[in-house]
């Protein structure tokens, strides 16, 4: 696949199939062991070769010393009273330092089903969009995850628990990293068995990224967070679209539509008293109107420095009465994990001691 950013020795999941095999040869392995041991991480979240019991205990052994198979290590795990874990994963970043992401584990409500865990990952360190309501990009963006950093969050997550579904919407904006995050997914359809319609990526919605990806038939739903029917509150709540209108970000989805087949959800988080009255429903349900897509409101999930509220259940039945009433399909996501900081917009950078040379 690729090699850390920071140089750093190569691992498992940085090597894809060919050079893994080479790599499994060169320290005296077979080929097919290589297929083993991909197979077991991959499929089975296996994370130490110890786990791999079908290879020689010798080369599991060399192997452990040799060829890593995660780059990341895992420095705090918080779990909710839902049972929502949150990894705090710590990735090299170089001169001895780490940079951290964080990645959720939601399992099902419902501890019988067998529809698996939602798993929510990270694109990037910190984000460069800024929206004010958001934890994550309060300290800006540190670097592009790599893609087998992106890919080891779904093997972390698998280890955790059958994996059902993913979302694409932890910290970062994903078209901004979208060569790395498309190479990541590639592996997590063909090898994980996670298919195209059971990814999710959220975008704040570039419009001519958007149109470049659509023709390519990418295997992943799209989520845009809009998060407001007016432009001017929009370039507060979404810094980085200043000056993009709303109409083609929506034109965006539209083309998106007609290219891939696959409907459009539009985002949008309810702060009270600013986003969540009557005439912004009205005036949301007038700009999708026609339009073949669906609407997810999120109620605002606190972060302490951002000044926003969690607007009233009597506010959020009401704007989703209104875009009913005006034909809109939409949902309401009380996001969980919220006790543990893991719901959504809650996720951020944490500082971790730098490390010694």
Sequence with gaps: MDQAQSNEAPTLLSLDAAALRERFVALGAKPFHAKIAREAVLQRGALDYAQMTSLPAALRDTLARELPILSGRETDRRQSRDATTKLLLAFPRGAGRD???????????????????????????????????????????????????????FVRGRALGELGRSVVMGIGEPLLNYAHLSKALDVVHDEMGI?????????????????????????????????????????????????????????????????????????????????DSVEHAERLALRVAGRRCSVNLIPFNPVDESGYRRPTQFSVDRFHAVL??????????????????????????????????
């Design 324 to 357: 009913a009433e005006r034909g809109v399909v939409a949902t309401v996501r009380w996001s969980r994990g919220m006790e543990g900081d893991a719901a959504c917009g809650q996720l951020r950078v944490r500082s971790l001691p730098q490390r010694a040379n």
């Design 195 to 275: 298919g195209g319609r059971k990814i999710t990526v959220s975008t704040v919605g570039f419009p001519e990224r958007l149109r470049r990806i659509a023709p390519t038939k990418p295997r992943f739903q799209l989520a845009i967070s809009l998060h407001t029917p007016f432009q001017e509150q929009r370039d507060v709540l979404v810094p980085a679209m200043k000056g993009v209108s709303i109409e083609d970000v929506l034109e965006a989805g539209d083309d998106w539509f007609e290219q891939t087949g696959r409907e459009v959800t539009y985002e949008y988080v309810l702060l009270a008293d600013e986003n």
């Design 99 to 153: 940079a951290t992401v964080e990645v959720v584990h939601i399992p099902p409500k419902d501890p019988a089903s067998r529809k698996g865990a939602t798993l929510c990952v990270s694109t990037q360190v910190g984000c460069p969009v800024a929206c004010p309501f958001c934890a994550s990009g309060r300290n800006g963006l540190v670097r592009n995850l790599e893609a087998h950093e992106i890919l080891e969050q």
